[in-house]
């Protein structure tokens, strides 16, 4: 088989078996496409979800932070990122949007494989099943960022077996199909057949799979379907809100009950990337971090100011009764090995205290908090939205009044729907803040280049302009749009060299 052939597998899909960084492209091992060799054994099963588990931690898929910057909430003062900038720096050869792509699509192919290899092995059925959900939900979950940040992308369902099979796929799927073939599906499996109990702490439970699905038909304007996955979450269990927000963003109650808002021990977590000191670790106790902050690394929540919150996304808080506030905006930080101290007198220098790492140094950027991916405080806002949508503000208010009275707010009442949805995007950019996609809302709300233009901050003065409609997508990397024989077309707006 021609070496070409084989560059043109890794540039087109970017698919790699695990073991395969190691062989030599002159000459394909027999096993490179489809590793059915590995899958003989209860272990190689929960070797190889692990596996897939492993790229929530990869450096581009969550570090980037590519998710909050270039919206109303934040933004990169790295002149070497271009998200956030929407100048030419954000084009087909910028290095994250090529690893966003491969760290991704790497996930999916971990996937394919064991949902290929899994089933053929002898072992407990039950243990079979959970780690099949489980892996649907991830596949779903890695397609789901692929879609929302690039559309349409090629879709594969198994792992390779030839070349053949990948010059088949080496063209895009609609966005659309992707959904409708794929992540509903394995998402539908997995509410199925996932129980609420976790096989460890950082696994996905029926309840992560439901809020993922909810979040799937909120992005396709199928409120009521969203209502009955959120259903399944709310109210469900031992989850609910905690009674102290703080409470929530330290390391030593990661996965743990904590006392709840109305009583009672509840677990607010959903959906962790689960991240930890040892490493794989969390850049942003550094990234987000003001560089304001002395000594700036030797303790954690120093840093180098690299993302950094809006002035306009500070304004929306009342700062005098928010009780969030406080862990956003910290002019000294005290754990067990020092203080560091900013100059507190400045308050456009926002450090997010909801990654100071309390559990000692952060040796580079190992970071030990965890990504919140989902809580239960964004299912009760979505089911908010949904309830708004469909049935008016109403039935929706307590789910948003919830919210805001563990933040010291007073409830809404006597909204239109208009207003209540308004009051929504806002309590969903406040209280979600750096955790969730704020990126992804606003792109199916229709909002992030008239949100992004709309801003204050007089620092995005010369990012206003530049924000053009097309930016709601990522252009395909450079190295997949121009390998030989690839029929994949770049994004509109974007050109490749």
Known sequence: MKTIQIKNFIAVITLLWMTSACADLDEVPRDFFVPSNFFSTEADAVAAVTGVYANLVADEV???GVWWYGTDIGFTVDPALGFGSYNAGLNADDGIVSLLWTDNYSAINRANSALSGIPGIGMDEGLKTQLLAETRFLRAFYYYNMVELYGDIPLLEESPSSIEEIILVSEKTPRLDIYETVIIPDLQIAVNDLTTERRFDA??????AAMLLARVYMT???HANAIVELDKVIGQGNLGLAANYADLFKLANEFTALPGLDGGMVREDIFDANFSQDGPG?????????ESFTPPLATPGGGWGILTPTTDW??????????RFDLFYADSFTNSVGTGTSNGENRSIINIGKYLD??????????GMNVRIFRYAGALLLRAEAENEVNGPAGAYQYINDVRRRAGLGPLSDLTKE?????IKIERARELGFEDMRRFDLVRWGDLVSAFRGLEDERLASRRNNIQDFHVRLPIP???????????LQNTGYSSN
Do not use: C, P
């Open 358 to 367: 309390d559990g000692g140094v952060a040796a580079g950027n190992n970071g």
């Open 220 to 222: 396709l304007g199928r």
């Open 203 to 208: 696994a996905v439970d029926k309840y992560a």
């Open 62 to 64: 969550w570090h980037q």
């Open 314 to 323: 500070v304004a929306m808080f009342d700062q005098a009764n928010d009780t």
């Open 478 to 488: 450079n190295n997949v749009v121009e390998a030989e024989g690839s029929r994949i």
């Open 282 to 290: 969390n850049a942003w106790v550094h990234w987000q971090g003001s």
């Open 419 to 423: 207003q209540l949805l308004d009051s």
